[in-house]
């Protein structure tokens, strides 16, 4: 039995009035909907009009119709547009002293604009010899211009004569308008020998053979709204032995929504009343207006408005539908909707391909081929691999794949080759298009015989399965008719291609809530509908603007205009919400990737009709947003976290116990947090393969630069001309240099200075000029004797209350004795930092970091040098041009400190306490409150910082 809403549905009317027409069978009639979706519904309103079993009649769409009398056959368009290029390097070269020089990749997007218009021109039926006569001779036309009125006829004229060839751009169309005919009619000619077509090319020519075609008794077109010229034709021949059902409503029927139905009806008539027209303004109509601030947040209106439907789980009957006006939301659509309160859906547009795996991975894999090999070495660019080596279908088919990224990443190589990447299926370079085909051919085979077997993987079979039909399609055309296209070009005929590819969800389409988009809700009908995306841009939709007739012309002769799309779309809308009951038109306020951020034209016109005044309510789409405020993080000392600490740092605890490095003190002085997760918790960051050198990496090769200078300089008896055979010879200190990054930051891999980047040169060049200005500093601060390079030193700091001894350590930049017996600690730094204090409360206070961490060298260095003055220095390199002696770089109090033994007590006495405190169960590890330090930290993403 039918709902009584759903009796009022149009397909109902129609299924209901054919009934009453022609009994119970429908064997002879052929029923014309203009998309297939109308059928399975029909069927199953005639079903329970009958109400016993029928003869059904035949369906059709209005394509097949067409397609189904002709002997020719539609077409791929990439064949098209190759048959096209080659005629219209043909007529060109005819008509030019010069040859047509651009390639088929060249051609492409012109050839695809062209055919579409040469296609439209067909299906309305154009006049060619008028449309594409040539500007010159315009007035030996107008003998052809007998089915246009005097006005249209001057209108045309002195729209043609404004292409005078006064510019290049006019010059330019004109010399490609003229040619456009001939380019027309060989094109046809070429196809019509093949047996191929284009639709609109087929649609013409049966048109023109119309009156032995067609032989069935009855036709009856269903839900029609505009009409091509060869839809109208075909309508005047078939209008003695058909039915004509329109599907209008008389609130829109006057305005531009009805435009074109209106003509329908009054040129072919109405198989149904006019009376059954006019529901439109019903009162128990409601309609409810949401605004969203983004097109994300709108989707979260689904589950309430599910609920609010007050359905059974089963949503048997298809009275409800989901619309959507932008259907590249749907992915996130379904993961809104609960299957626990939905158990039938019916999902219409199918699953988008572009947003599977199998097409990520063929993206990356076809950049890789096209952007990412260095021939000069034959690698690959490091940023292209590893998104290969990531994807989840490559470790299926290279289990090593992990392995191979993590050496990558390690020993930064940035340009890895064959070897290195173990892997000749993805990684052999193929040069031409054709083996690239074959390349992801053989991938994509690879691929689908891991999910050959698997019963829950039918997403991926599915996809899998379509890519390699497009792409074996593809390879025969490219085969057969031999295709020069570039790999990029194929990169985007691919993407185009796939882009039209969706892949069906399985469910009966005449139970449950449906899932649509805008276009195939044409003829059906839903009590219930949540529209989304009903902005300006999307409703009514952006109309393609590729086209190389004039919006004027293309007016004149009865084509499609921007004036034309809006009044389908309004016919669409307005039609879809005919009879619905319940209505929710959910736009967004913030800008969509069209751009576009109001309420489209067509709710506006609802907004101000006062017959709907009682009818609309308006809300406004909020989530609830609570700010999280940042809590500060503490992790408190229990019992087994204590163990462990002592564990580990306690000598007395156990003998093996580890040191405590400077960096690690000065980490647990800077942010305590920090120091339980990186040295308690041993949490690491995640490698990064980074090209640029950042400042730490900067230090690093530095600090390994001054190190092998030393080396290979007698440390026990520097003079100035050891020194200065650098400076004669500036090769030698960039032979230094590399040697430097070739262990910090190429991890000693070979690499000539010719393959670096510009930026690791750069950085070179620096590098090279701070080791030369460290050099002359040293020259001019001779005699002293160095007594260790990156000097190893430990220590021990004994802590009476807790009964706790603490191994420290670190290691020292260069460890010096000057002439009169001091020793000085250098600390060198790349940065600009600060080198006074004024007390040690400062550096035990998250301030001057690098002072307390040379400090901790003078302490440990101290219990071993008892005898001499020791100086902690930082060594500013970019500083060191100002004739600064670098005894006196760190001063206290505007004091230079001469001797460490000055501040040793206290010194000790402090950093005893602040140790001690890691013991300490009443003091928490606790997050630094000095946020400025933590913008380098690997955790301040943990700390939401």
């Known amino acids: ?149 005097k006005n249209q006829i001057q209108t045309l004229i002195s729209h043609f004569k404004a292409f005078q060839c006064n510019t290049l751009l006019q010059n330019n169309f ?127 209106v689904t589950p309430q408005w599910i609920s609010s439907l007050q359905k059974k789980f089963s949503f048997i009957q298809p009275d409800s539908a989901i619309v959507l006006c932008n259907e590249a939301i749907l992915p996130t659509l379904i993961q809104t909707i609960s299957l626990n309160e939905i158990e039938n859906i019916n999902i219409t547009m199918g699953f988008p391909i572009m947003q599977t795996e199998i097409i990520s991975f063929l993206q990356i894999l076809i950049e890789m081929q096209i952007y990412g090999y260095r021939p000069s070495d034959q690698s690959f660019k490091y940023e292209y691999v590893l998104p290969v080596l990531n994807h989840p279908y490559t470790s299926l088919i290279f289990p090593k794949a992990n392995q191979v990224e993590k050496k990558i990443i390690e020993n930064n190589i940035f340009y890895p080759t064959l070897t290195e990447l173990q892997n000749k299926l993805f990684f052999t370079y193929v040069t031409e298009t054709l083996g690239l085909i074959k390349y992801l051919l053989k991938i994509i085979r690879i ?156 709710l506006l016109q609802l907004l101000v009709d006062p017959r709907l005044k009682l009818n609309i309510k308006q809300y406004v789409l909020q989530t609830n947003i609570v700010t999280m405020r940042s809590q500060y993080i503490t992790v408190d000392k229990d019992k087994f976290l204590l163990e462990k600490i002592k564990n580990k740092y306690d000598l007395n605890t156990n003998i093996r116990a580890t040191a405590l490095s400077s960096t690690a003190l000065s980490c647990f002085v800077s942010c305590s947090y920090r120091f339980y997760l990186e040295y308690i918790q041993e949490l690491k960051k995640e490698n990064e393969l980074v090209p640029k050198i950042n400042s730490s990496v900067f230090g690093s090769i530095f600090h390994e630069a001054a190190k092998i200078l ?82 190893n030193i430990s220590g021990t700091i004994f802590i009476k209350k807790e009964n706790i001894c603490v191994k420290i350590n670190g290691i020292i930049d260069r460890l010096q004795r000057e002439k009169d017996g001091t020793h000085v600690i250098i600390d060198y730094k790349t940065g600009n930092n600060e080198s006074s204090f004024k007390s040690l409360k400062e550096l035990f206070d998250k301030k001057n970091m690098h002072i307390f961490q040379v400090f901790i060298y003078a302490f440990i260095y101290s219990q071993l040098e008892k005898k001499n003055p020791i100086i902690p220095a930082l060594l500013c390199i970019r500083q060191i041009g100002k004739n600064v002696h670098y005894p006196h770089i ?43 330090a933590c913008r380098y930290c690997n955790f301040k993403e943990r700390c939401s910082r």
Request: aromatic letters at 16%.
């Open 1 to 149: 039995m039918i709902d009584r809403h759903i009796s009022a549905f149009f397909l109902n009317l129609v299924a209901e009035d054919l009934i009453s027409r022609f009994g119970k069978n429908l064997s002879k009639i052929v029923v014309v909907f203009p998309s297939t979706r109308a059928k399975l519904f029909f069927n199953n309103y005639l079903y329970h009009h009958a109400k016993i079993p029928l003869w059904s009649p035949q369906y059709k769409t209005i394509e097949s119709l067409f397609r189904e009398s002709s002997s020719s056959q539609v077409c791929d368009d990439i064949l098209l547009i190759i048959e096209l290029y080659k005629t219209y390097v043909e007529v060109y070269n005819n008509h030019s002293k010069k040859k047509f020089e651009e390639t088929l990749d060249d051609f492409f997007i012109f050839g695809e604009t062209l055919l579409s218009d040469f296609d439209e021109i067909d299906k309305n039926y154009v006049n060619t010899k008028f449309l594409f006569g040539n500007l010159k001779n315009l007035n030996e036309l107008q003998d052809d211009f007998s089915y246009l009125s």
């Open 174 to 300: 004109c010399s490609i308008w003229n040619i456009l005919s001939e380019v027309y009619s060989s094109f046809k000619s070429k196809l019509e020998k093949k047996n191929i077509a284009y639709l609109g090319m087929l649609m013409r020519n049966v048109i023109r053979d119309v009156k032995n075609l067609f032989n069935e008794t009855h036709y009856v077109f269903v839900g029609f709204n505009v009409l091509n010229k060869c839809e109208e034709k075909l309508f005047d021949q078939l209008k003695e032995k058909s039915l004509f059902y329109w599907d209008y409503d008389k609130y829109y029927i006057e305005t531009e929504a009805g435009k074109f139905v209106k003509q329908n009806i009054n040129k072919y008539g109405s198989a149904l009343q006019s009376n059954q027209f006019d529901v439109f303004l019903h009162p128990d109509k409601k309609i409810t207006f949401l605004s969203s601030f983004s097109e994300s947040g709108q989707l979260a």
């Open 447 to 602: 691929v689908g015989d891991f999910f050959k077997n698997d019963p829950y993987s039918i997403l991926h079979q599915e996809s899998i399965f379509r890519s390699y039909l497009l792409m074996n399609r593809l390879y025969g055309l490219f085969l057969i008719e031999n295709l020069n296209v570039s790999k990029v070009h194929f990169s985007r005929l691919l993407h185009k291609y796939f882009s039209k590819i969706k892949i069906p969800f399985n469910g009966d389409p005449v139970v449950g809530m449906q899932i649509m988009g805008v276009l195939e809700t044409r003829t059906l009908d839903f009590n219930n509908l949540l529209i989304f995306n009903t902005n300006e841009g999307y409703m009514p939709g952006n109309k393609n603007e590729n086209t190389f007739i004039p919006q004027f012309i293309r007016s004149q002769f009865g084509m499609s205009t921007f004036e034309s799309h809006d009044a389908v779309y309004a016919y669409y809308f307005y039609r879809l919400l005919t009879r619905a009951k319940n209505i929710t038109l959910v736009y967004t306020t913030n800008e969509t990737k069209i751009g576009k951020a109001e309420m489209s034209r067509f």
């Open 710 to 791: 030393y080396q290979q300089v007698c440390m026990q008896n520097i003079d100035y001309e050891s020194l200065n055979v650098y400076i004669k010879f500036p090769q030698r200190i960039e032979n230094i240099v590399l040697k430097a990054f070739q262990k910090e930051f190429f991890k000693e891999r070979n690499i000539k200075k010719e393959n670096y980047n510009g930026e690791q040169l750069i950085n070179l060049h620096i590098i090279c000029k701070l080791l030369e200005c460290l050099i002359r500093f040293d020259q001019k601060h001779l005699p002293f004797t160095i007594l260790g390079i990156e000097y």
């Open 890 to 932: 760190i001063t206290y109090n505007n004091t230079p400190v001469n001797d460490f033994n000055f501040f040793k007590f206290d010194f000790e006495k402090m950093l005893s306490n602040k140790i001690s405190e890691l013991f300490n169960s009443d003091i928490p590890f606790q997050q630094t409150k000095n946020i400025k």
